[in-house]
């Protein structure tokens, strides 16, 4: 969950206020503070009626801050997706999980390919995919990546109905194939 500027702020306003508040209690139970001068601006707030809707007025500011905070990050955010359709009697949303999971197993299906990570673009017409790939050795990447670029883009529009612009392809690394025992 990620806080918005504005909530920081609020939030350091009100630490700023409890740590002032215990710091002249804690004045006051050591006695640094003495408890009828307390009492005596206490006393002299009451009778004055500005000070008096003052001090009410901090006080619901403070409730109001501390409701805000309190309830604003609770909210989980809308998960992100790709609209594939839409008609008279609705709209279809696929989410971008599910467009990942859809490219990742399409794409670790191909032989010569180890792992991928998958970044998916929403554009106005359709997405476009960013695609790190880790290879195996001993597998040529221009046909594997071209080939890929190919099949997975036509998996996608045939099985989800929405339209691949374009397929990044980049080749993070290539490592050898793990060695078989011979038992």
Do not use: W
Not at 115 to 127: A, P, T, V
């Amino acid at each position: 969950m990620k806080i918005s500027v504005f909530d920081r702020v609020l939030m350091i306003f009100l630490c700023l206020i409890v740590i002032a508040c215990c710091a002249l209690g804690a004045l006051v139970v050591i006695g640094v503070i003495p408890l009828s001068m307390v009492n005596l601006i206490v006393f002299n707030i009451s009778q004055s009626i500005l000070y008096s809707c003052i001090l009410i007025a901090v006080a619901l500011v403070l409730v109001v801050v501390c409701m805000k905070l309190i309830f604003s990050g609770g909210a989980k955010p809308a998960p992100k997706n790709v609209l594939v359709s839409n008609s008279e009697s609705g709209s279809v949303r696929v989410s971008e999980e599910a467009l990942d999971s859809i490219a990742r197993r399409h794409v670790l299906a191909i032989e010569g390919v180890k792992d991928m990570k998958c970044h998916i673009n929403r554009l106005e017409s359709g997405i476009s995919l960013d695609i790190r790939l880790v290879m195996l050795s001993d597998y040529s990447v221009p046909e594997i990546t071209t080939k890929l670029q190919h099949t997975l883009k036509e998996y996608i529009e045939d099985n989800v109905g929405i339209n691949v612009k374009s397929i990044l392809i980049m080749v993070d690394s290539v490592e050898s194939m793990p060695k078989q025992k011979v038992e």
